[in-house]
């Protein structure tokens, strides 16, 4: 039996479908190249916004044409999958099994009632230890960086979001836990993790979380430590410190702002106002120049004003983030901003969008061109395309880097290197061996 599984989302969701990769091996699955060959495919879903959902759902409708060929267990899980929960069933009938983003351990039990012939099974309870998943079952897929959940969930309650329905209240990873699965990663060759939570600043799993990024550098071999991601109520004085003093943080910090205006901020309930926001960035003092700065933009909200609008733009040129990612505000399901009057035309939402992000393509290839000429670390991902002397990399900052060596040269995957920065674009930099 083959299983596959396609994952839409952010890291959270990638994380989790190496926790169900891990399960589905246990239960004697091997992985299939392609969903064409899987007796079992798993679509772990994201609904954010409206777009994520639908792509979902063409899915499925692939599939189901792909069930009347032979037989094939589909099952949902993630955002969707919790969000709408059995009325998965009335929608794609086909479905056989979903399973809720925080009822992941019961995989196998789904998988084998599906497999039994069970109809419409489903799990989508909140089981008290989810965030507590076994490490050593997780499978990580092959990248030079290991994901590592610190925490679960959300307690903000911002007007657009679905995270706090789909992922539940916060749950705390005790830092024990946390630390020793960092310890075997080491152990088996990673250099760098990424920890995980939809909310990782409000972490209290036993310490705080500036005390366990500490914590976790004091691990011997470990090179860098990333994280995402913020919320800028929870972004302390303590943490920035932290962030700038402590090296083997990766100088990388992506601070979702959303929006430029007080007013929409105010109707978003984010509880900041632009001017508290920017005081904490500040609070990265001289080391903020060392950082990469990144955020979270939704245009577009209901009631935004061109002044509101206006203020955005305004953030983007007094902060000069290095990247950021921008969306049109899609109405969700069960959010209290679905009942807020929105009387802008598409036409105006994603023209907005537009000169949003055309201003920022242009910052970001002026921060990148900064770079050309320096010489950077950075950790190698994998060989290009072609495999012909090129490789993908990233710096310290996350960025891409695009480095040619030449043909017949090996390098290991997930060392670092000393790149020369020969070129920039917006989107990655261009670099040789120093
Ligand atoms: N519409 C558009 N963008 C959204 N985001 C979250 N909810 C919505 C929504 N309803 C964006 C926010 C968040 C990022 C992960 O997705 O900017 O930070
Ligand atoms: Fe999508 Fe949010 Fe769920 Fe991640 S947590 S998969 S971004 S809805």
Request: charged content about 25%.
């Amino acid at each position: 039996m083959k299983f596959f599984i396609e994952t839409w989302g952010c890291q959270m969701n990638d994380h989790d479908s190496e926790k169900l990769s891990g399960m589905l091996d246990k239960q004697g699955f091997a992985p299939a190249a392609s969903q064409e060959e899987a007796d079992l495919v798993i679509l772990n879903t994201c609904s954010i916004r409206e777009k994520a959902v639908h792509k979902v759902y063409s899915v499925l409708g692939r599939l189901r044409e792909e069930k009347l060929q032979r037989p094939l267990i589909v099952g949902v899980a993630g955002c969707l999958a919790q969000q709408e929960k059995d009325a998965l069933f009335k929608r794609a009938p086909h479905i056989d099994f979903v399973l809720g983003t925080m009822a992941i351990q019961q995989l196998p039990r789904l998988v084998e009632e599906a497999r039994a012939r069970h109809k419409r099974v489903i799990d989508t309870q909140q089981y008290p230890d989810n965030h507590l998943f076994p490490p050593e079952v997780t499978q990580r897929r092959d990248t030079a960086k290991a994901l590592v959940t610190i925490i679960e969930g959300c307690n903000h309650a911002c007007t657009y979001c679905v995270v706090p329905t789909t992922r539940g209240p916060e749950r705390h990873r005790p830092y024990e836990d946390v630390l020793a699965e960092v310890r075997q990663l080491v152990k088996d060759g990673y250099r760098e993790v990424e920890f995980l939570g939809q909310n990782v600043n409000s972490y209290q799993g036993g310490c705080n979380f500036a005390e366990l990024l500490d914590r976790a550098s004091e691990i011997d071999g470990l090179e860098w430590i990333r994280f995402t991601t913020s919320h800028p109520m929870n972004f302390t004085r303590e943490l920035a410190q932290t962030l700038v003093s402590n090296p083997k943080i990766a100088p990388f910090l992506h601070l979702p702002i959303q929006s430029g205006s007080d007013a929409v901020l105010r109707r978003m309930g984010r509880h900041y106002t632009v001017d508290q926001y920017l005081e904490r960035l500040g609070y990265l003092g001289e080391g903020r120049s060392r950082f990469s700065l990144s955020t979270d933009f939704i245009v577009g909200f209901p009631g935004e004003t061109d002044e509101d609008f206006e203020g955005t733009l305004r953030v983007l040129e007094t902060v000069k983030y290095d990247t950021s990612f921008s969306f049109v505000y899609s109405p969700r399901p069960g959010t209290p901003a679905l009942k807020m009057k929105d009387d802008l035309s598409p036409e105006i939402k994603s023209e907005r969008l537009s000169r949003l992000q055309a201003r920022q393509t242009e910052l970001t290839l002026t921060s990148n061109r900064a770079l050309v000429g320096q010489t950077l670390e950075a950790r190698i991902e994998s060989h290009g395309p072609t495999g012909q002397g090129l490789w993908l990399a990233r710096t310290a900052q996350w960025r891409n880097v695009h480095l040619k060596t030449g043909e017949g040269r090996q390098l290991p995957f997930g060392e670092t290197v000393r790149v020369k920065i020969t070129e920039a674009g917006p989107h990655f930099l261009r670099a040789e061996l120093d």
